[in-house]
């Protein structure tokens, strides 16, 4: 039995790049993910929306053949939302006063400073990551099952 390696060798690196263009399609599919999942699935009560809205996420690559998909938010106030925030004082900038409408006494109240509760972590970036993740082996496995009969 003989095997032509010239043949062997092409059919190789065909392989190796079209395994190349799957996973990084596969990568940005999941990064497309992520942002679906954190606009249906956020996991607290969504008061504006604009926090899903600046959820973003995008394809990395880290080293010469490692590639991550990374989720990020803009807002301010995402860290205090996703891993949670202890009890603290909220003070007005500048030594000024905060102004809020109090919903229980229906009115407007002009205060220094507010004792915030705090709040429990919410882990919604995590969750969507995990459930691109997921998304991500099970479609790529199906890629490359479909690469592997080709070859």
Do not use: C
Request: no cysteine.
């Amino acid at each position: 039995m003989q095997i032509d390696l010239k043949q062997l060798r092409r059919a190789h690196i065909a392989f190796e790049e079209k395994h190349r263009a799957a996973l990084l399609h596969e990568a940005e599919a999941a990064a497309g993910y992520i942002k679906t999942h954190v606009q249906k699935y956020p996991g607290f009560k969504p008061r504006t929306g604009e926090l899903q809205a600046a959820t973003d996420a995008r394809v990395v690559r880290v080293g010469r053949r490692t590639v991550v998909v990374k989720a990020t938010n803009a807002k301010k106030y995402a860290n205090a939302i996703d891993l949670g925030a202890r009890a603290h004082v909220i003070e007005g900038r500048n030594g000024g006063n905060l102004r809020f409408f109090w919903k229980k006494q229906n009115r407007w109240v002009t205060t220094r400073s507010v004792n915030h509760p705090g709040n429990r972590a919410y882990r919604f970036l995590y969750r969507a990551t995990n459930a691109a993740g997921r998304v991500f082996v099970t479609s790529m496995s199906d890629r490359m099952t479909q690469l592997a009969r080709q070859f």
